[in-house]
């Protein structure tokens, strides 16, 4: 069984900041690949930003320059730190993790940009 629990949303003014964090738990110990992905109302679900076992990253282009993934050493935790959030950033933020064959998703939380 394997359990993602994302965490940190809120509500945050655009050019503050905010940190989300998700962590892994149960049969993880072939844990590969976690990204952070979010839906706003109406629209489909957007990958945001990605990485690898081996902490190679990439990004959404909206996002680039503004948004930093991370793993925990353990690399069971991730982290979406958020800089500058514009209002368009706002949707519900979930993470995804492939372990090892089969992509496991979190609840969600919602990150409410406002101007």
């Known amino acids: 069984q394997v359990q993602l629990v994302e965490s940190g949303g809120g509500l945050v003014h655009a050019g503050g900041s905010l940190r989300l964090s998700c962590a892994a738990s149960?049969?993880?110990?072939?844990?590969?690949?976690m990204a952070w992905y979010r839906q706003a109302p109406g629209n489909q679900r957007e990958l945001v930003a990605a990485?690898?076992?081996?902490?190679?990253?990439n990004y959404a282009g909206s996002v680039k320059g503004r948004f930093t993934i991370s793993r925990d050493n353990a690399k069971t935790t991730m982290y979406l730190q958020m800089n500058t959030p514009k209002p368009e950033d706002t949707a519900v933020y979930y993470c995804?993790?492939?372990?090892?064959?089969?992509?496991?998703w979190g609840q969600g939380t919602q990150v409410t940009v406002s101007s």
């Open positions: 995804k993790a492939r372990i090892p064959q089969y992509d496991y």
């Open positions: 149960g049969s993880i110990y072939d844990i590969g690949a």
């Open positions: 990485i690898t076992i081996d902490g190679n990253t």
